[in-house]
C-alpha cells in the first residue's frame, strides 16, 4: 500500500436510505474515522448503482462500497469488520469471545435474515401486490429471533453495555421497518 493511499480520506459509496450504508456510517462516525461520501441514488431511473462506473466499484451494484487504505470493500458486515482490525480504538466487537459471538449473531439475522429480503431489488421481483406481505413476514421472523437473543444479551445495548456492531445493524434495521412497511417493534425484555 503507498503512502497516499494510507493517508488519503475513505470515501464511502453510500445512498442516503440504505440500511447497509446506514451501518457502515454509524461505524465510521463511532470509531471517528473521518471520511467521504459520495451519494449512489438507488431510486434515479435506472439506479446509478447499475451505471457502467459504478459497477467497477461493486460489482454487485448494491452499496455501501467503502475505499480505503487503497482497498475497495464492499458488504457492510465485511467492512465494519476491517475497521475493527485496522483501527482497534473504539472497539465495536467485545473483548469477551462469548458477548463477540453474540453482536455476530445479532448482525447475520439483520444482514442475512431480515435486510436483503425486504430489499428493493427482492421487493420487486416479488411485485407490488405482495411486497409488503413479504417484508412484514420476515422483517416479523428475524425480529422475533433478535428479541429471543437480546433477552439475554442485552443491557444498555444489544450486548451488554456497550455499542457494537450488533447496535450498528438493528438501529437502522428498525428505522427502515417503521418507515416502510409500518412495522413497530417493541423490545420485550
Same mark, same amino acid.
Given at each position: 500500500?503507498?503512502?497516499?493511499?494510507?493517508?488519503?480520506?475513505?470515501?464511502?459509496?453510500?445512498?442516503?436510505?440504505?440500511?447497509?450504508?446506514?451501518?457502515?456510517?454509524?461505524?465510521?462516525?463511532?470509531?471517528?474515522?473521518?471520511?467521504?461520501?459520495?451519494?449512489?441514488?438507488?431510486?434515479? %431511473?435506472?439506479?446509478?448503482?447499475?451505471?457502467?462506473?459504478?459497477?467497477?466499484?461493486?460489482?454487485?451494484?448494491?452499496?455501501?462500497?467503502?475505499?480505503?487504505?487503497?482497498?475497495?470493500?464492499?458488504?457492510?458486515?465485511?467492512?465494519?469488520?476491517?475497521?475493527?482490525?485496522?483501527?482497534?480504538?473504539?472497539?465495536?466487537?467485545?473483548?469477551?469471545?462469548?458477548?463477540?459471538?453474540?453482536?455476530?449473531?445479532?448482525?447475520?439475522?439483520? %444482514?442475512? =435474515?431480515?435486510?436483503?429480503?425486504?430489499?428493493?431489488?427482492?421487493?420487486?421481483?416479488?411485485?407490488?401486490?405482495?411486497?409488503?406481505?413479504?417484508?412484514?413476514?420476515?422483517?416479523?421472523?428475524?425480529?422475533?429471533?433478535?428479541?429471543?437473543?437480546?433477552?439475554?444479551? %442485552?443491557?444498555?445495548?444489544?450486548? =451488554?453495555?456497550?455499542?457494537?456492531? %450488533?447496535?450498528?445493524?438493528?438501529?437502522?434495521?428498525?428505522?427502515?421497518?417503521?418507515?416502510?412497511? =409500518?412495522?413497530?417493534?417493541?423490545?420485550?425484555?
Amino acid at each position: 500500500m503507498s503512502l497516499s493511499a494510507a493517508i488519503s480520506k475513505p470515501i464511502l459509496y453510500s445512498y442516503w436510505r440504505s440500511s447497509c450504508s446506514w451501518r457502515v456510517r454509524i461505524a465510521l462516525n463511532l470509531k471517528e474515522i473521518p471520511y467521504d461520501i459520495k451519494p449512489i441514488s438507488l431510486i434515479k %431511473a435506472g439506479g446509478e448503482q447499475h451505471c457502467n462506473e459504478y459497477r467497477e466499484v461493486n460489482a454487485m451494484e448494491q452499496v455501501p462500497a467503502l475505499q480505503i487504505d487503497g482497498h475497495t470493500l464492499i458488504e457492510s458486515l465485511s467492512i465494519m469488520h476491517y475497521l475493527e482490525e485496522t483501527r482497534p480504538q473504539r472497539p465495536l466487537l467485545p473483548q469477551d469471545v462469548h458477548k463477540r459471538a453474540k453482536v455476530r449473531e445479532i448482525c447475520e439475522v439483520v %444482514a442475512s =435474515g431480515i435486510q436483503p429480503l425486504q430489499n428493493l431489488v427482492v421487493l420487486i421481483h416479488v411485485g407490488e401486490e405482495k411486497k409488503k406481505e413479504w417484508a412484514q413476514h420476515w422483517i416479523t421472523r428475524g425480529f422475533r429471533a433478535i428479541e429471543k437473543l437480546l433477552s439475554t444479551s %442485552a443491557g444498555k445495548f444489544c450486548v =451488554g453495555d456497550e455499542i457494537t456492531m %450488533a447496535d450498528c445493524c438493528l438501529v437502522p434495521q428498525v428505522f427502515n421497518a417503521r418507515r416502510k412497511f =409500518g412495522y413497530v417493534w417493541i423490545f420485550r425484555a
